[in-house]
């Protein structure tokens, strides 16, 4: 069981690492895409009114596409959002308004918290690979964790213990129960809600095979999506959206979210009303569909089957979008501790395999720990690098919000190189300083080139406290090395007992 | 699931895991020079559940069967870790720091 801990764990520690941090920011997504705003103020706009106002853009940009997308402004993105789709088959294409007048915003491009958000469960890469990749990570990840269970045979007599006195080897063991152990239920939460998350694109056989090429119908009777009516051909008049919404807001108490017209301008046009997610555990939102022309209700959702009542309510627990303020920090410390775990289990194991004093390192001893050095500190200088961009980047620039991604896997990679070619305990202390530099950089950065100062104080603070935590790991890290060395004996005698 | 309910959640399970970290031999001995009688272990032992249980309680009552239980669980979590931060390297405030939760507990409480 130990050997299954130790490798299940060190082969998608890595790609774990990378999910668990960017998923534990992405508990403060609308906070950081605040953030990465800086020129927009909340707006007060009626939603039906922005609702008809991304319509009248559509109108014009997109008559001939078989579906409109409106988000109407929220309060972490006071914009509107319209998307549409020329064809199934087309890729997506979207446009940002100013709220108040429906013209094309002025406000830096940029993904904002969504950015980290994708890259949590898609790394940024294809889609559908990304996907596989990170549910592929999770299923092994719960081996790990599970095999991790039984291998700490001493889970109740160590629960409290973190023995900092002794060996490197005993404190980095240590580090990683605690971490492991304390927050528990939230690893075994977090990864199997993730994976059911992930269901539909690691299992896609199921759907495929009983709805033979037609998976829309699938949701639409599980009841997570109305009915798609076809078009007609013919042309029609449709109702304005404004009172339409009126109607609807009237019979829900949560606020409007999204409004989607199907087929605009056709005699057989629909228009849904989508709204936010009513405060409970499960993540569903609740919807109701018109006749564009007519304005008729043709369908109401919201209540579900149990079993789509069982898989939301393991999507809402999983995004946590029910957690207020508080609750919401001990999700984030669960998530900080998750990646700790993965972390000093993989600083453990190069510590536990540190070659006799004299002796060269293998190589794959040197790659693991080029590989920590490039995850572990990589990560979050290229976080901090995509920050950073976010403000120094020209507003103006082309393409400017795939420019921040791009500084985000430029300075990553960077780091990982550096790591790679330089596997030392020293490389440690100095991208660690590094990280912890441009983190500590960002709130200085961000008062000086906006007008905005320091009003972000929530994410100031959480820059300063991350520039803090990495400096002092990284201190840690190169001085726990150290003292690996001088006591070889130790360390071989504590891993026979690991 | 208002901060206060959360924070009446934080101090009790800290006081009860306090109690249960320091029924144990070697955290006892951290703090009190010495481990503690048959006797006493125990009393700390069912002081710890007993805390854990109130938590479990209090969670219930102010968050509901919907969100009682996550944030029992998220409460029990940071606590704990308070709790190993403290024994690790400022052992002397365990005592006084969970003693000093009881009354947080109960302003928590009233404004939950």
């Known amino acids: ?498 | 699931m208002t901060p206060s309910s959360v924070l009446l959640n934080l101090a009790l399970s800290f006081a009860g895991l306090s109690a249960l970290c320091l029924a144990m031999d070697r955290h006892h001995r951290a703090i009190f020079h010495g481990a503690p009688s048959r006797k006493r272990a125990r009393a700390l032992r069912w002081t710890g559940w007993c805390g854990i249980a109130v938590s479990f309680a209090a969670a219930i009552i102010t968050a509901d069967w919907n969100f009682g239980p996550v944030q029992w669980l998220g409460s029990l979590t940071g606590a704990a870790l308070l709790v190993v931060g403290l024994v690790s390297y400022r052992p002397g405030w365990v005592r006084p720091a969970a003693v000093l939760a009881l009354p947080l507990a109960a302003v928590a409480a009233f404004l939950a």
């Open chain 1, 1 to 498: 069981m130990a050997w299954l801990h130790t490798w299940a764990g060190l082969v998608t520690g890595w790609v774990m690492f990378c999910v668990f941090v960017t998923g534990t920011a992405t508990y403060y997504r609308t906070d950081i895409s605040q953030w990465m705003r800086p020129e927009l103020r909340a707006a007060a706009v009626e939603p039906g009114l922005a609702a008809e106002r991304g319509a009248a853009y559509l109108k014009v940009h997109a008559p001939k596409a078989v579906s409109w997308f409106v988000s109407v402004p929220q309060e972490d993105r006071p914009l509107i959002g319209v998307y549409w789709l020329d064809s199934f088959e087309a890729p997506i294409q979207q446009a940002m308004l100013d709220a108040e007048t429906g013209a094309p915003t002025t406000v830096r491009a940029t993904h904002g918290g969504d950015f980290l958000y994708r890259f949590h469960y898609e790394l940024q890469i294809m889609p559908v690979l990304g996907r596989w990749i990170v549910g592929a990570s999770a299923l092994i990840l719960l081996v790990a964790l599970v095999s991790g269970i039984v291998t700490h045979r001493r889970i109740f007599s160590d629960f409290f213990t973190f023995r900092r006195d002794r060996s490197a080897q005993r404190g980095w063991l240590d580090a990683h129960n605690v971490t492991g152990v304390l927050a528990l239920p939230f690893h075994l939460m977090i990864t199997y809600t993730g994976i059911v998350t992930l269901a539909f694109t690691l299992m896609p056989w199921g759907v495929a095979s009983a709805y033979r090429g037609d998976e829309l119908r699938f949701f639409v009777e599980a009841g997570q999506s109305p009915a798609w009516q076809a078009a007609t051909g013919r042309p029609a008049e449709a109702l304005p959206l404004a009172p339409l919404m009126g109607r609807a807001q009237a019979e829900v108490s949560e606020p409007l979210e999204m409004v989607i017209v199907n087929n605009p301008g056709d005699a057989a046009s629909t228009v849904v009303a989508v709204f936010e997610e009513p405060k409970g555990l499960a993540h569903r939102h609740p919807q109701i569909v018109f006749d564009a022309v007519s304005g008729a209700v043709i369908n109401r959702l919201g209540t579900l089957k149990p079993a789509a009542h069982v898989f939301t309510s393991f999507l809402g627990l999983h995004e946590a979008h029910f957690a207020g303020p508080a609750l919401r920090v001990l999700f984030f410390l669960c998530g900080v501790m998750g990646s700790a775990t993965i972390a000093t289990g993989h600083v453990l194991w190069s510590v536990a395999r540190a070659p006799k004093p004299g002796t060269a390192a293998g190589f794959g001893l040197r790659l693991v720990r080029g590989l920590n050095l490039g995850t572990i500190l990589g990560l979050p200088i290229g976080i901090a690098a995509f920050f950073l961009a976010n403000r120094l980047l020209p507003v103006a620039l082309d393409q400017r919000a795939t420019w921040e991604g791009g500084v985000f896997f430029a300075a990553w990679g960077g780091a990982a190189i550096l790591g790679l070619l330089r596997p030392h305990d020293r490389t440690w202390r100095e991208m660690g300083t590094a990280a912890a530099l441009l983190f500590l950089a960002i709130p200085l950065v961000s008062a000086v080139t906006t007008d905005r100062g320091f009003d972000f104080v929530g994410f100031d603070a959480a820059m300063i406290a991350i520039g803090f935590a990495l400096a002092w790991g990284a201190r840690k890290v190169s001085r726990y090395r150290g003292s690996a060395r001088a006591r070889p004996a130790a360390a071989s005698k504590s891993l026979a007992r690991a």
